[in-house]
Antibody, heavy 116, light 110 residues
Framework: EVHLLESGGGLIQPGGSLRLSCAASGFTFSTFAMSWVRQAPGKGLEWLSA????????YYADAVKGRFTISRDNSKNTLYLQMNNLRVDDTAVYYCGKDHWPVDYWGQGTLVTVSS | QSVLTQPPSASATPGQRVSISCSGSSSNIGSNYVHWYQQFSGTAPKLLIY???QRPSGVPDRFSASKSATSASLAISGLRSEDEADYYC???????????FGGGTKLTVL
């Protein structure tokens, strides 16, 4: 059974940095692309970033390009999202997802709140 | 404002059939597969329909979907109270070279 568990969320001040992690199990992690999608409170879904199984290629939405960096450690079956220069409008639940498109399995999400 | 446009809400009574629309453009729905996600309050989304009209294993055949030109729709027949959730359409967009989601439709079972 596919299982994705995000961690690393919390309260951070504007301009700060945070690194999210997503621990994966139940599938051969290194053979699948992985993604990050977020959902602002009371709002819809927004795809942010994806990476190939090897991590050799990465893709970003314009909204986070240059501020967020996706990476993975296949030896640890873990996906990361490094978020820098955070803004108030980055406040959201951040989900990791299996595969690039469509995302077929989702973690339970981790809440990131950007506020002073 | 989402590029994929969905009605914000829909409602029907148990046993009825309800349809949720998703309007896009030639760069997304018009040239790529449409996918649908179901999200219950406070939980993660679940892939409900993929590649326009395919159901993942375990999704009842009460759920069906189709597309025509630059619009798509999700239909739920034999509506049940447990179908009450938010439903999102999604498609790859060639203009932005990335996936887009609709704004979501909140389905209420009366």
């Amino acid at each position: 059974e596919v299982h994705l568990l995000e961690s690393g969320g919390g309260l951070i001040q504007p301009g700060g940095s945070l690194r999210l992690s997503c621990a994966a199990s139940g599938f051969t992690f290194s053979t699948f692309a992985m993604s990050w999608v977020r959902q602002a409170p009371g709002k819809g879904l927004e795809w942010l970033s994806a990476t190939t199984g090897s991590g050799g290629s990465t893709y970003y939405a314009d909204a986070v390009k240059g501020r967020f960096t996706i990476s993975r450690d296949n030896s640890k079956n873990t996906l990361y999202l490094q978020m820098n220069n955070l803004r108030v409008d980055d406040t959201a639940v951040y989900y990791c997802g299996k595969d690039h498109w469509p995302v077929d399995y989702w973690g339970q999400g981790t809440l990131v709140t950007v506020s002073s | 404002q989402s590029v994929l446009t969905q009605p914000p809400s829909a409602s029907a009574t148990p046993g009825q059939r309800v349809s949720i629309s998703c309007s896009g453009s030639s760069s997304n729905i018009g040239s790529n597969y449409v996918h649908w996600y179901q999200q219950f309050s406070g939980t993660a989304p679940k892939l409900l329909i993929y590649n326009t009209d395919q159901r993942p294993s375990g999704v009842p055949d009460r759920f069906s979907a189709s597309k025509s030109a630059t619009s798509a729709s999700l239909a739920i027949s034999g509506l049940r109270s447990e179908d009450e959730a938010d439903y999102y359409c999604a498609a790859w967009d060639d203009s932005v070279s990335g996936p887009l989601f609709g704004g979501g439709t909140k389905l209420t079972v009366l």
